[in-house]
Nanobody, 130 residues
Framework: QVQLVESGGGSVQAGESLRLSCKFS????????MGWFRQTPGKEREGVAF???????NYADSVKGRFTISKDNAKNILYLQMNNLQPEDTAMYYC????????????????????????WGQGTQVTVSS
């Protein structure tokens, strides 16, 4: 059973940094892509950053140059380094990988479709004040 546990969220001032972690386990199928998503109340979950098994990355335009996704395969941990945080980054952040049926599809193809990802962890809250 796939499990993902996010941590590292918190409350910070604009311009500060946070590093989110996602410990993942239980995979019985191949998945080439992992990603970070965020969601605010009343809005659709949106993709923030993605990383392929080969290390290729994709970012939402709103976070390019500020966020960096990385993965430690030895420790089964996905990271999201978030620098120069802004109030509009306030959200619940989730990590996820594609559902089994989409496991072999690269991130660049899957990124626009959050519904092709799952299961989801409990999320970690990031709050940025101005």
């Amino acid at each position: 059973q796939v499990q993902l546990v996010e941590s590292g969220g918190g409350s910070v001032q604009a311009g500060e940094s946070l590093r989110l972690s996602c410990k993942f386990s239980g995979y019985t199928y191949v998945t080439l892509c992992m990603g970070w998503f965020r969601q605010t109340p009343g809005k659709e979950r949106e993709g923030v950053a993605f990383i392929d098994d080969g290390g290729s990355t994709n970012y939402a335009d709103s976070v390019k140059g500020r966020f960096t996704i990385s993965k430690d395969n030895a420790k089964n941990i996905l990271y999201l380094q978030m620098n120069n945080l802004q109030p509009e980054d306030t959200a619940m952040y989730y990590c996820a990988s594609p559902i089994k049926e989409s496991g072999l599809i690269p991130c660049a193809t899957l990124a626009p479709f959050p519904r092709r990802f799952g299961p989801w962890g409990q999320g970690t809250q990031v709050t940025v004040s101005s």
